[in-house]
């Protein structure tokens, strides 16, 4: 097959490769689908600002204070009982800003005569799909998450004090003493309750809303098995139709539990947070792979997100094709992975050496940050359950 053929099927490939990625992405990550999406606002500028109405009270939110309705006296003179003084009501609004961010993935370089014969080209190109489908999901599921925690108003560390104060940054000193218990989180519901959380929870038992708690296998096994008493306390009410394709089909006291094999985790080193990833690199036949991360099966602490949907919103930018005179190639900025050969004297004169490119660019649109809460707990030494042998 000529290499010509060869270039037009890698073109015909990358536009059959760019969509389905992103379906795929969305159907394996709970946090490509959790966080609310929307369009970027074009022509505003590079900084964006939205506004906030906070809650107000009238006077000092100790409740109106009620008088009698009496008969009014014509001989005194004045309005009396039909004139009510009324209680000032002021409006509080909150200012923030945010802008957009880009990032981009290139494939190795891919050359024709590597893909010349039928069998090795059609396996390369399932090889090559595989992971690229990986990295456009992981890259969305890091910057979602990411974004989640750096906007949530609560960030705080497993301990009594931190969880009284409210902490919106994780402590260096005044480390989590705790794993993640039923009883922070009964705390954290109460706290959502009385700051407005429920209107958007994620589903409702008897009336009381039930929210969300992304967290590790091992940490929401953990909660459930922890105290004997309250183990079988299982709701089996419907979740959100978010929810189900995810593998969420119950609550457990207030919560329903998704499960993210990927949460953060951290140890402290030298005073400062630093975090253990999943991965960590070796050497390949060819190249660098990525193989399981011990350091992440061994670090001290870990992050527990409570999801709100109403944090913040995801924005991703239109494409654009041509404005006035300019003529541009439209750009999808959902990792939609895209053929280039690009000419070059001296690295490609023949034009028969390309690579798979996805551009990937967001704006979090922060809304109501003081619903989002991550908290930083201890984790223990897995539990194997091993049995000796008999004597």
């Not at 505003?44 to 506004?51: A, N």
């Not at 059609?122 to 992971?131: F, K, T, Y």
């Not at 009385?194 to 038992?205: I, P």
Request: hydrophobic residues 35%; glycine residues 8%.
């Amino acid at each position: 097959m000529a290499c010509n053929n060869i270039e037009q099927l890698l073109i015909t490939e990358s536009g059959r490769i760019g969509p389905d990625i992103y379906r795929r992405t969305l159907n394996t990550s709970p946090w490509t689908t959790l966080v609310k999406q929307e369009a970027w606002p074009d022509e505003m500028g590079e900084t964006v600002s939205v506004l906030v109405y906070e809650r107000s009270l009238p006077g000092t939110g100790a409740g109106l204070t009620f008088s009698d309705v009496l008969s009014n006296d014509p001989a005194v003179e004045g309005p009396g009982s039909c004139a009510v003084a009324g209680a000032n009501l002021g409006f509080a609004q909150t200012l923030t800003t945010y802008n957009l961010q880009q990032a981009a993935i290139n494939s190795p370089d891919i050359c024709l005569n590597d893909l010349r014969f039928p069998v090795k080209r059609q396996e390369q190109l399932r090889n090559i799909m595989a992971v690229l489908t990986e990295n456009t999901q992981y890259a969305w599921e890091n910057r979602y998450r990411d974004e989640y925690v750096r906007l949530a108003n609560y960030k705080i560390n497993a301990n009594q004090t931190e969880l009284l104060a409210g902490a919106t940054s994780f402590s260096t000193t005044n480390l989590p003493t705790s794993r993640l218990t039923q009883g922070i989180l009964r705390y954290v519901y109460s706290k959502l309750i009385r700051d407005g959380g429920a209107t958007n929870a994620y589903g409702r038992e008897n009336g009381a809303p039930v929210f969300l708690l992304i967290t590790s296998p091992e940490t929401s096994d953990d909660i459930i098995k922890l105290n004997a008493d309250i183990r079988q306390d299982f709701r089996y009410a419907k979740p959100s139709e978010l929810l189900t394709p995810l593998g969420v089909d119950r609550s457990y006291a207030g919560f329903y539990h998704l499960i993210d094999t990927m949460t953060p985790r951290y140890d402290l080193v030298g005073g400062v947070w630093t975090r253990r990833y999943p991965y960590t690199t070796a050497a390949a036949t060819k190249g660098t792979k990525f193989v399981p991360n011990p350091a992440y099966y061994t670090a001290e602490y870990e992050d527990s997100i409570i999801f709100h949907p109403d944090v913040f919103t995801s924005l991703v930018p239109k494409p654009i094709g041509a404005t006035g005179a300019m003529a541009f190639d439209p750009q999808s900025y959902r990792g939609d992975f895209r053929w280039r050969n690009i000419l070059d004297r001296t690295c490609n004169p023949d034009g028969n050496i390309g690579f798979f490119r996805a551009i990937f660019s967001s704006g979090s649109k922060p809304v109501f940050q003081n619903l989002g809460y991550v908290i930083r707990h201890k984790r223990c030494a897995a539990d194997f359950g091993l049995v000796g042998c008999y004597s």
